[in-house]
C-alpha cells in the first residue's frame, strides 16, 4: 500500500519561503509519477507541480513557475516542493499525490494515491 506523508507547511509573509516535504512508502519509485497538488478554500483542487518518472521530466502550472520547484531524493523515498516568491493567493491546502500513470495524475487530475495534506498560508 503506497503512503504518502506531508510535512513543511506553515506561515509565512509574502515574498517568503518554505519548502514542503513528502515522505513516500510501499512503492517502488522507478514506476511511480509523483506530484503536488493544492485546494484553497471555496476552490477547486489545482495541479502545482509533477514528475513524470518514466520521462524524467517535471511538469508546472503557470501560476507558479519560476518561484516553485519540485525535486525528488530516490534514495530517501522523499518528494520535494521548493516554494520561494510566495504570494498571498498561494495560502491552500497542499497535497501530495502519487500513480503508476502520469497522465492519471497530471492530465486526468486523480491519482490513486493522497497524502493528508499540509497548510501553506501566506499573509500580505
Known amino acids: 500500500q503506497v503512503q504518502l506523508v506531508e510535512s513543511g507547511g506553515g506561515s509565512v509573509q509574502a515574498g517568503g519561503s518554505l519548502r514542503l516535504s513528502c515522505v513516500v512508502s510501499g512503492y517502488t519509485a522507478s514506476t511511480y509519477s509523483l506530484g503536488w497538488f493544492r485546494q484553497a478554500p471555496g476552490k477547486e483542487r489545482e495541479g502545482v507541480a509533477a514528475?513524470?518518472?518514466?520521462?524524467?521530466?517535471?511538469y508546472y502550472a503557470e501560476f507558479v513557475k519560476g518561484r516553485f520547484t519540485i525535486s525528488q531524493d530516490v534514495a530517501e523515498n522523499t518528494l520535494y516542493l521548493q516554494m520561494n516568491s510566495l504570494k498571498p493567493e498561494d495560502t491552500a491546502m497542499y497535497y501530495c499525490?502519487?500513480?503508476?500513470?502520469?497522465?492519471?495524475?497530471?492530465?486526468?487530475?486523480?491519482?490513486?494515491?493522497w497524502g493528508q495534506g499540509t497548510q501553506v498560508t501566506v499573509s500580505s
Open positions: 499525490a502519487a500513480d503508476q500513470s502520469f497522465r492519471k495524475l497530471w492530465i486526468r487530475d486523480a491519482p490513486g494515491y
Open positions: 514528475i513524470d518518472t518514466g520521462a524524467g521530466s517535471t
